[in-house]
């Protein structure tokens, strides 16, 4: 049996992750934060954008509670859009846009209990309950969190989950140390490999 403990276990770990992707956006500069970092363009508002879209549909019209702003159609994220800001939109614009999404959702799993029916016409299993649709977004912003995590390192090495823990001036020789070890190890078994 599902319960109310694992509706606010849930919840809370949603709620502390959410946080640690807007922290990853603190203290970095325009250009940084929106700059493709990776082959695929991942950057980091456009991985905010991309979760505030995300929860507000499978808060909202999966459970029939839609969200109250325009969102793009489900099938317009074939050309990525959703994953990075054009030069109009604004990283307050969309810090806040996830806020709301943020007091949508919230809003949506205090009301509803945590068997509640929803619809996902996309998945595979499209009849749900809000449990699988709450593991489901604290699974994606985590996945996304992850990345988060390793774009900040290589812009300022600044890494974990909020700023009491972060490693903004790490000691450069012990990093540079780890390294060498890790990268002679990875040769190491490379040339064991032949």
């Known amino acids: 049996m599902i319960d109310e403990f694992a509706k606010e276990y849930l919840h809370s770990d949603l709620r502390h992750i959410r946080g640690t ?3 990853k956006l603190d203290g970095v500069s ?3 934060v929106r700059r493709p970092l990776t082959a695929t363009g991942t950057n980091l508002l456009g ?6 879209i995300t929860e507000a549909r499978y808060f909202g019209a999966v459970f029939d509670r839609p969200f109250p702003e325009p969102l793009p159609r489900w099938d317009a994220d074939d050309d990525g859009t959703d994953m990075w800001a054009n030069e109009h939109e604004t990283r307050e614009e969309i810090i806040q846009r996830y806020r709301r999404v943020w007091e949508h959702s919230d809003a949506t ?9 929803g619809h996902v016409p996309w998945w595979p299993r499209p009849n749900v309950k809000l449990f699988n649709i709450l ?6 912003t985590s996945r996304h969190a992850g990345h988060a995590d390793i774009l900040r390192e290589q812009l300022d090495g600044a890494t974990g989950a909020a700023a009491e823990y972060a490693h903004l ?5 012990t990093w540079a ?5 890790i990268e002679a190890a990875a040769r190491a078994a490379a040339g064991a490999q032949h």
């Open 177 to 181: 140390a780890r390294c060498a070890a």
């Open 169 to 173: 001036e790490p000691d450069r020789a």
């Open 109 to 117: 799993i205090e009301a509803l209990a945590i068997d509640a029916p």
């Open 135 to 140: 593991v489901h977004v604290l699974s994606e």
């Open 47 to 52: 991985l905010v954008k991309h979760l505030s």
């Open 30 to 32: 325009e250009y940084d």
């Open 21 to 23: 992707m807007l922290w």
